[in-house]
């Protein structure tokens, strides 16, 4: 293993963490100020995905060098990514929670319905891409369609009341 494709492991496992511990926080809040959760007997089916995904980069990448085209390409999805967390703030978390207050209509948010699903998309399919792993993410891909599938009809109709 390279030291780049270790750093790239720690990163995408470190960053994973601590989103999941801002999302738990954000989660619990949020409940605080009166918010519901929806669509919670899917949420397992998106951790089982993810915990999957980086585990099939993580074994089948060990021994890969980075690709740094593809490492380019993964750098601005995270600038993406801190759009979107930024324009979302507290609001953000991995589950469906709803407030009853006005959508986030800030950031990416003022152009595109679900930034944050279409970042997960195109992270899904170009990490294992760091590493030249085409059948993961490929794979990957499809799995993540079908669950966002489900994901984003739920989302919807909870927020259907709010817009």
Partial sequence: MTVATALFF?????QRLVELRIAK????ALLARGAVEHGAAHYPLIVALH???IAAIVILGWSHPVVWGWLAVFGL???FRVWILASLGTRWTTRIIVLNEPLVARGPYKFLPHPNYMLV??????APMVLGLWGVALIFTVLNAIVLTIRIRAE???LRPLR
């Fill in 156 to 158: 919807n109709k909870a």
């Fill in 25 to 28: 926080r954000h989660t619990a």
């Fill in 121 to 126: 998309v195109a992270e899904i399919f170009v």
């Fill in 77 to 79: 999805l995270q600038l």
């Fill in 51 to 53: 915990i999957a995904w």
């Fill in 10 to 14: 720690a990163f995408l496992i470190g």
